[in-house]
T-cell receptor, first 111, second 114 residues
Framework: GIQVEQSPPDLILQEGANSTLRCNFSDSVNNLQWFHQNPWGQLINLFYIPSGTKQNGRLSATTVATERYSLLYISSSQTTDSGVYFCAVEREDTGRRALTFGSGTRLQVQP | DGGITQSPKYLFRKEGQNVTLSCEQNLNHDAMYWYRQDPGQGLRLIYYSQIVNDFQKGDIAEGYSVSREKKESFPLTVTSAQKNPTAFYLC?????????????FGPGTRLLVL
């Protein structure tokens, strides 16, 4: 199956700092999503981004499909950004229509 | 409000017992999914369904069963054959149309074995 690697595994920031989270994947994909899991376990979809660049407020994401990686940028971080960020992909040209998740980046934003 | 509901929030299972986790959505989504999350880990796919009365095994289907009799509902049964069921279980749904596969998650059920 497809491999999804996220880095760094853990990240501690001071409030107001910027950060970049990376997701590498081992095969061509037709679906890539970024999620945020809050401390209570709820997952929220941040971006659906199989290619290109999108922005939503302080967050933006870029996927370079030909080089098999995606980046999530968090600017001016806030304590509410804390939690785990997951990248998930769907491999292209398979009959399986479901996501494979990476192991996540655990972010802690300190006041 | 539209969304995905899961119940119960916490569930305790005795050895040898089957338990069923509920997942309901009113988003009119075609596809539904069950994932398992162990502490400090990512999500692993148990089962998914793209249409009523059809479902497919994911990566860790052994010891689990599902049904999809209605579009809104996708219950998961954790059978006694699942030897290590303690985990956080998450249900999700999506429109399942190319270019619109954003998945939306329920709040989860924490299953503990007594």
């Amino acid at each position: 199956g497809i491999q999804v690697e996220q880095s760094p595994p853990d990240l501690i920031l001071q409030e107001g700092a910027n950060s970049t989270l990376r997701c590498n994947f081992s095969d061509s994909v037709n679906n890539l999503q970024w999620f945020h899991q809050n401390p209570w376990g709820q997952l929220i979809n941040l971006f659906y981004i199989p290619s290109g660049t999108k922005q939503n407020g302080r967050l933006s994401a870029t996927t370079v499909a030909t080089e098999r990686y995606s980046l999530l940028y968090i600017s001016s971080s806030q304590t509410t950004d804390s939690g785990v960020y997951f990248c998930a992909v769907e491999r292209e040209d398979t009959g399986r229509r479901a996501l494979t998740f990476g192991s996540g980046t655990r972010l802690q934003v300190q006041p | 409000d539209g969304g995905i509901t899961q119940s119960p929030k916490y569930l305790f299972r005795k050895e040898g017992q089957n338990v069923t986790l509920s997942c309901e959505q009113n988003l009119n989504h075609d596809a539904m999914y069950w994932y398992r999350q162990d502490p400090g880990q990512g999500l692993r796919l148990i089962y998914y369904s793209q249409i009523v009365n059809d479902f497919q095994k994911g990566d860790i289907a052994e010891g689990y069963s599902v049904s999809r009799e209605k579009k809104e509902s996708f219950p998961l049964t954790v059978t006694s054959a699942q030897k290590n069921p303690t985990a956080f279980y998450l249900c999700a749904s999506s429109i399942d149309r190319r270019g619109q596969e954003t998945q939306y998650f329920g709040p989860g059920t924490r299953l503990l074995v007594l």
